[in-house]
C-alpha cells in the first residue's frame, strides 16, 4: 500500500467481555510529525445470545471446532462491516481487525485472535490487516496491550490512559518511553457477577452500590502473586478463570461480590498509578459509577477525566484502525518498552 498523509480506516474490536463488535470509522491525518484523527463514525453490534455462548466457551472447543468459528466469525465481521460502509457510504482504504481473543498466554508462548482476515476481506472486497498480536509474543513479548502506542500518539495530552474493559489497562511515560501493562481483571468478572442474577452487566454500578465489600475476599484477591510481578505483564481470561472465579465462588451475595471486586481494581488501579496527573477513561467501566467513584477515593492524586460517550465506547477500535496505518506505513506500532519484547517490531498480517 502506497504511503500517503491521509487514511481513512474501519476499525474492528471484539473485546474479551463478548459483548459484542465495535466498529469505528476513523481518519487519520499526519501533519507537522503529528497525528491528527477524526472518528467520524461508530456503532456496536451487540452479540447474540448463540454468538455469546459460543465465544465464552471456546477455551474448551475442539482444534476443528476452533477453525470453524474462526471462520465463521471472519464471515460475521464481514457481513457488519459491508453493511457499515452501505449504510454509512463510506469511503474506506482498509479495515483493521483485532479479532476475538480465545488464548492469551504469553509465558507459554500463545496468543490467538480469531474472527478469519481472508474471509473478511473475501466479503468486503477491502485489504484488511489483523493479526496484530502474535509477532510480537513471538519476539518474547506480552503481545499486549497494544493501545499504548494510540496513547502516546493521538492522546498524549494525558499523564495516563485507563481502559476499563474486559480487562483494566494503563498506559503511561516513564524514563521518556511509553510503558504499558494490564492492572486487572474488570468487566469480564463484573460481568460475570451481574449474570448470575440474569443481567447483562451491572448498570452503573447498581449492584455494586447496594453490596458491602467483605474483607477476606479483599485480601484474598489483592494477594494474587500477578500483582507483585513487574510489568510487562498480560492477563487473559483463562487466568480470570483459574485466580479469580474461585475466589469469588463463596456464599456470598452478587451485590456484596460486586461491591468487593470494585474495591480490588479501585486497589490495584491506584497501586499502578502513582504520580500525580490526568488520567483518560476509557471502555464500559468508565459508566460503572461506584467504580469510578472509588478509583477516585482510592487515586485521590489523579484528575479524573470522563471523555464524550464515541471516546469512551471506541477508542480501541479507533486504536486499532490507527495501528492498522502504521502497519501499512510499514512503521513500528508495537513497542518493546510497552510489551517487552527483543524489539519494536510493525505488526499485522494482510489480506489484499
Avoid at 482444534?63 to 468459528?69: A, F, P, Q, W, Y
Avoid at 480465545?102 to 468486503?124: D, E, K, L, R
Avoid at 485480601?219 to 510489568?231: D, E, G, H, R, V
Avoid at 502504521?326 to 518498552?337: I, V
Amino acid at each position: 500500500m502506497p504511503f500517503s498523509t491521509s487514511y481513512k480506516v474501519i476499525g474492528v474490536m471484539s473485546g474479551t467481555s463478548a459483548d459484542g463488535l465495535d466498529m469505528a470509522y476513523c481518519e487519520f491525518k499526519r501533519t507537522s510529525n503529528k497525528w491528527n484523527y477524526r472518528l467520524e463514525q461508530a456503532i456496536t453490534i451487540p452479540y447474540s445470545s448463540d454468538w455469546q455462548n459460543l465465544l465464552n466457551n471456546l477455551i474448551n472447543a475442539s482444534g476443528i471446532e476452533l477453525v470453524k468459528v474462526h471462520v465463521e466469525l471472519g464471515k460475521f465481521i464481514g457481513k457488519q462491516v459491508k453493511q457499515f460502509i452501505e449504510t454509512y457510504k463510506l469511503k474506506v482504504d482498509f479495515i483493521a481487525s483485532h479479532g476475538h481473543t480465545v488464548f492469551h498466554q504469553p509465558q507459554h508462548h500463545i496468543t490467538y485472535q480469531i474472527g478469519s482476515g481472508a474471509h473478511i476481506q473475501a466479503i468486503v472486497q477491502k485489504p484488511v490487516v489483523c493479526d496484530f498480536r502474535m509477532q510480537d509474543v513471538a519476539l518474547g513479548g506480552q503481545g499486549a496491550p497494544l493501545v499504548p502506542v494510540g496513547d502516546a500518539l493521538l492522546f498524549s495530552e494525558y499523564e495516563y490512559c485507563l481502559n476499563i474493559g474486559g480487562i483494566a489497562n494503563v498506559s503511561f511515560e516513564k524514563n521518556s518511553q511509553r510503558v504499558a501493562h494490564d492492572i486487572c481483571p474488570a468487566n469480564i468478572v463484573l460481568n460475570y457477577l451481574a449474570s448470575r442474577k440474569g443481567l447483562p452487566y451491572d448498570a452503573n454500578g447498581t449492584l455494586a452500590q447496594q453490596g458491602k465489600p467483605i474483607p477476606e475476599i479483599l485480601t484474598q484477591l489483592n494477594a494474587i502473586p500477578f500483582y507483585k510481578q513487574s510489568p510487562p505483564k498480560s492477563l487473559g481470561k483463562e487466568w480470570v478463570e483459574t485466580f479469580i472465579l474461585p475466589i469469588l465462588s463463596k456464599n456470598y451475595s452478587i451485590e456484596d461480590l460486586s461491591a468487593t471486586f470494585c474495591e480490588h481494581i479501585a486497589q490495584q488501579v491506584a497501586q499502578s498509578c502513582p504520580q500525580k496527573g490526568k488520567m483518560l477513561v476509557t471502555g464500559g467501566g468508565a459508566y460503572h459509577l461506584y467504580l469510578i467513584e472509588k478509583i477516585r477515593q482510592y487515586a485521590h492524586w489523579l484528575e479524573i477525566i470522563i471523555p464524550e460517550k464515541k471516546i469512551i465506547d471506541f477508542k480501541e477500535a479507533l486504536i486499532f484502525a490507527f495501528l492498522g496505518v502504521l502497519s501499512a506505513r510499514k512503521e513500528k506500532n508495537c513497542w518493546s518498552s510497552v510489551t517487552g519484547a527483543q524489539r519494536d517490531s510493525c505488526s499485522g498480517v494482510w489480506y489484499y
